[in-house]
């Protein structure tokens, strides 16, 4: 499965943003998908991953009750609802595919998108 992550931009503290995975390939049901972000200076985080199976999400606790992951298998799309930003949000996004789900574990993931640039500043 190819993946691409779009969406990101400039948001101000307080503001939203809704980054887009889109699939292509294999069958993207098949497959739980997570959002990685990578913020400057420190290492590539999972934030948010949703089950290929029932849908079901997990969210780190940095985004919990702040963003939200939802996905439409017909469309082989992937969202991320990112809502109350803070300037510690501004990071490189990036969607993964994996085969096991409930995991935010990169070492899981075997397909990865490009990143998109979140910036959060006013």
């Known amino acids: 499965v190819q993946l691409q992550a779009s969406g990101g931009g400039l948001a101000q503290p307080g503001g939203s943003l809704t980054l887009a995975c889109s699939a292509s390939g294999d069958t993207v049901d098949y497959y739980a998908i997570a959002w990685f972000r990578k913020r400057p200076g420190k290492e590539r985080e999972g934030i948010s991953c949703i089950a290929s199976s029932d849908g079901t999400t997990i969210y780190a606790d940095s985004v919990k009750g702040r963003f939200t992951m939802s996905r439409d298998n017909a469309k082989k799309m992937v969202y991320l609802q990112m809502n109350h930003l803070k300037p510690e949000d501004t990071a490189i996004y990036y969607c993964?595919?994996?085969?096991?789900?409930?995991?935010?574990?990169?070492?899981?993931?075997?397909?990865w998108g490009q990143g998109t640039l979140v910036t959060v500043s006013s």
């Open positions: 993964a595919a994996s085969i096991v789900d409930f995991v935010l574990d990169e070492g899981h993931y075997d397909y």
